[in-house]
């Protein structure tokens, strides 16, 4: 009973993130002796390795009499090779569950609960049903400053923690939600231009599409180990590497993606989630970058400085120094949107091309001043100027140069096979510009995959517009996706809305 | 785009209840063109046929380059055919979700954001992480007697109603948990007996060894359609059948499977299922019945006591005149656990056996006095004394028969070809018996699928027992069932607690 009953595995090719399903014929003698019952827990194991998944009923000959059909994740968990063995069982009773009814009831969790409950989690024991009950358990009964503390912590342990030789360690978070706003490689050029250590990591997109790591791939490798990244980071003093197979903070990439099924994140959990991923990695000062617009993740003010007070005073308490700023998210940054756009948008800037967009060169002023006087580079007052001068000279964009040379070696963003331009139905001002809709037409034409893939932007909020001008270009890299995405522009004509001037 | 790329359907077999799955090949180019992510909701549709399902994608040729693997549940939803064809698509935004977020930050749910919800429910448009999430925000934040309210009326309205001719129709429902609690063919028998008009449906056993209905089932066909049900309730007075083909208050089967995961039922949510149910089988007058029990649902005469005050008041509102009795629930009722060993304790009850079960006896006089007061067959106070004679005279066992033959004709319960005596390791005063363990062990030996599987209990609480004698008997119908119930008793020897004497 306690080791449970020996199947064969069965590898079905079916992906479930972070999350273990086995698939089992339902007159399987196992199944029926055990009250192996539908979405049932059942532990896993394969030699020393063990997980827990959810049971799928199979009534067709998917899965044969003795088999267990495994999904992508749990067969790799389990390290299993072709024709491997598994033992299965019933799971023990979550005990961390309990912790979740009582802060249904109104009970605080503590610090033993929640290391429980992120245990639990990192382990895969908590089906999505489970950690939707956590997310919205603590949306409902908001976190305090402790919880908030506690939960950041058993976070940062669940996975690896970056150290680096001296400080201060600078970093930069952008709180997501506005396309093309790719301030991070011009960011860290200077930072590093100006003597500062910045060993930035960041995610490919999941919903959006582009990211930063998806940027920067098209002008240099960011699959970087972390010895290679310690090598750049050494030599350069930054770097802007993908951050996903470090294994920092794996319980916030495994929570991140029930919370955007459900599209809530209460605060406490989004600022553990941005704490726990800086702090592992190793970041001693922070910049934090709030947006604020109808279509941005955080779209009031009041909001974005209940956030901000909440990151800075949660940080303090790891000896993190931050500084959250609060920026205008009504409209996209640059006028890229998509991998390869959004780079040459983040190359113009750092060329310092005459027609480079102002309002990306702005924003990443700001928060590369913001993180100068941070990190100690210049007085409080004297971070802006510093940061102009350093991509004035040539400073900024020779150290980038050398940051992708360090990476591997610098590339030329691809630039896409099939372009249209989408031009003005009628004549007057933008008014309105719809980021979320945008995003879906790069999308549709293949970004974030194709990296050339996107929509190039050619208004701003507040300008003049004629009849018949160039509102943005899409681009593919095959006729269908192109076609794809002109269809959904001519059932959406709100993307852009005008006022007659 | 707004119909949908259309793709081939393949039936894959694996069963999803109450939620759709679609399995896509993650290079499928209509996957990469539309953005459709994992865990994507997409909608699914067939001629006029149209459902929500969740996305996974599939890295092996478990699905071709251009077919869409279906669930079962998706499958028969959709009313496909071997070879069907399907149209997918983006979901539209979940709009009822964003009531639930309200209801998170401490907003009430009115009668509206209620129905909206429960309409989605219903459409199948909520996975299981949005189920959750609503399960868990309505417990967080309690829902007031409005909310309960107007939650059991959205039930009630997403599904069947059925509506009797004349009044009073008086049903009863015991809160589970306790092992061989099968008083409702004993109660069904005496109130019809007694002129009561007593409609009954029950469920079958999701994750308990039997369920009134698969217990019924060993004497009687129980899978009635409603007008069968009719013609056996106008002629007999009573009967007991399966209620989960009549599509009564559906949405409560759906939540109840999500609720079981996370072991978490808030009051309201109690409440409302209970109550929608009986109502929707047209239901008059109710006695509830709420064993009080370490092992049970209900684990606190307080918590029993504000249930049963919330039942009773949100009942009033309907019309429903109820009465809820709080009953000892600390060891299981009769001496069978599995469906023919509780048939059998129902029979030797209502054949006035002078060695049936005398708790069993005692529990249904109970609740059947109680409903002979509440419909008016007795003055109060009159009730047991009614319902014992009833019982005594043969007139409620000649009622059970005839109910049995308007069902399609009385049955014997099978018997186990395999019995196994379990005895007592020492000697001492029974003072503890674990039902949950208990139920484990007929479910290990077959039951509720095996209906003669199960366990024969031989002790009572406080009851002494020398070294050597039966404990109970464990039945089953193959030798490796047998087997399997044996081990975990082994290795179990906590199931029976005994005291020195």
């Given amino acids: ?37 539908a979405r049932s827990s059942l532990v896993v194991s394969h030699g020393r390795k063990s997980i827990i998944a959810t049971l799928y009923h199979v009534t067709s000959d998917l899965v044969g009499p003795d088999q267990a059909g495994l999904s992508e994740w749990a067969w790799k968990e389990l390290q299993l090779g072709e024709n491997g063995q598994v033992a299965v069982s019933h799971a023990p009773p979550l005990e961390s569950l309990g912790r979740i009814r009582g ?48 939960l950041t912590r058993a976070m940062i342990d669940a996975g690896e923690r970056i150290v680096w030789n001296g400080k201060p360690i600078v970093d930069k978070h952008s709180i997501g939600g506005l396309p093309g706003n790719r301030t991070t490689p011009i960011v860290v050029a200077i930072a590093a231009a100006c003597g500062l250590t910045i060993p930035k990591t960041s995610s490919r997109a999941i919903t959006s599409p582009a990211g930063t790591a998806a940027t920067m791939e098209t002008m240099a490798p960011v ?5 290679t990244m310690r090598r750049v980071v050494e030599k350069e003093g930054g770097c802007i590497a993908w951050g996903g197979a470090m294994g920092l903070s794996p319980t916030d990439d495994i929570m991140i993606r029930v919370e955007r099924v459900l599209d809530l994140d209460g605060e406490g959990q989004l600022v553990a989630s941005i704490l ?39 940080g303090r308490s790891f000896g993190l120094v931050s500084k959250a700023i609060i920026t205008d998210g009504t409209q996209p940054v640059g006028r890229g949107i998509g991998p390869a756009l959004e780079a040459r948008d983040v190359l113009a800037v750092l060329q310092g091309h005459a027609m480079a967009p102002a309002d990306l060169r702005a924003h990443a002023l700001t928060l590369a001043g913001a993180l100068l006087e941070l990190g100690g580079a210049t007085p409080d007052g004297g971070g802006v100027k510093l940061a102009a001068e350093c991509l004035a000279s040539g400073k900024a964009w020779a150290k980038f140069q050398k940051i992708c040379e360090a990476q591997g070696g ?28 945008l995003s879906r037409v790069a999308k549709l034409a293949g970004a974030p995959d194709d990296k050339a893939a996107g929509v190039e932007l050619h208004l701003r909020l507040g300008a003049p517009v004629s009849r018949g001008e160039p509102a943005y270009t899409v681009h593919a890299e095959s006729p269908g996706e192109l076609d794809y995405a002109l269809t959904y522009v001519a059932s959406n004509p709100d993307i852009i809305g005008l006022a007659r001037a």
């Fill in 223 to 227: 699959d970087l180990d972390l010895a």
């Fill in 410 to 437: 610098m590339r030329t963003p691809p630039v896409a096979s099939y372009q249209r331009v989408v031009t003005a139905r009628t004549s007057g001002l933008v008014e309105r510009i719809d980021s979320r809709k």
């Fill in 1 to 37: 009973m306690s080791t449970g009953h020996v199947v064969t595995a069965l590898r079905l090719g079916i992906e479930t993130p972070n999350e273990a399903h086995i698939f089992m014929h339902k007159d399987f003698h196992v199944c029926r002796a055990e009250g192996f019952a």
């Fill in 276 to 314: 726990s991923k800086k702090l592992a990695a190793g970041a001693t000062h922070l910049v934090l970058d709030l947006p604020v617009g109808p279509t941005a993740k955080v779209r009031s003010y009041e909001a974005a400085q209940l956030l901000s007070d909440s990151l800075v005073e949660v």
């Fill in 103 to 150: 802060k249904v009831r109104g009970n605080r969790l503590d610090a033993t609960a929640l290391r429980d409950i992120i245990d639990d989690v990192g382990a895969g024991r908590y089906s999505s049903i489970h950690l939707s009950a956590f997310i919205t358990a603590c949306a409902a009964r908001a976190l305090d400053y402790d919880e908030i503390r506690d």
